[in-house]
Nanobody
Framework: QVQLVESGGGLVQAGESLRLSCAPS????????MGWFRQAPGKQREFVAA????????YYADSVKGRFTISRDNAKNTVYLQMKSLKPEDTAVYYC????????????????WGQGTQVTVSS
């Protein structure tokens, strides 16, 4: 069974940093684009960042640009989301996704999803 497994979430104070990891199991995703999305309580899932299969292209939501960095290590079959200067409004469950999106911000364009990891930022 193919799974994407996120890790690295937790409770931090505003201004602190976290690094999320996404490590697929069951297959390699080295040829897939990878994305990070998040969903806060009562809100729709929203795009955070995406990276092309070789790491050459990265995309960010305006709300995280300059604070978050997406990267991947295909040798380790792992994708990362480095989050700095965290704000309370970044509080959400963060999901990793894999696919061949026509539009990187569109959730329906991704084929595989993880179960999510909770990030909570206190003020």
């Amino acid at each position: 069974q193919v799974q994407l497994v996120e890790s690295g979430g937790g409770l931090v104070q505003a201004g602190e940093s976290l690094r999320l990891s996404c490590a697929p199991s069951g297959r390699t995703f080295n040829t897939y684009a990878m994305g990070w999305f998040r969903q806060a309580p009562g809100k729709q899932r929203e795009f955070v960042a995406a990276i092309g299969w070789n790491g050459g292209n990265t995309y960010y939501a305006d709300s995280v640009k300059g604070r978050f960095t997406i990267s991947r290590d295909n040798a380790k079959n792992t994708v990362y989301l480095q989050m700095k200067s965290l704000k309370p409004e970044d509080t959400a469950v963060y999901y990793c996704a894999a696919g061949f999106p026509s539009r990187v911000e569109r959730t329906n364009d991704y084929n595989y999803w993880g179960q999510g990891t909770q990030v909570t930022v206190s003020s």
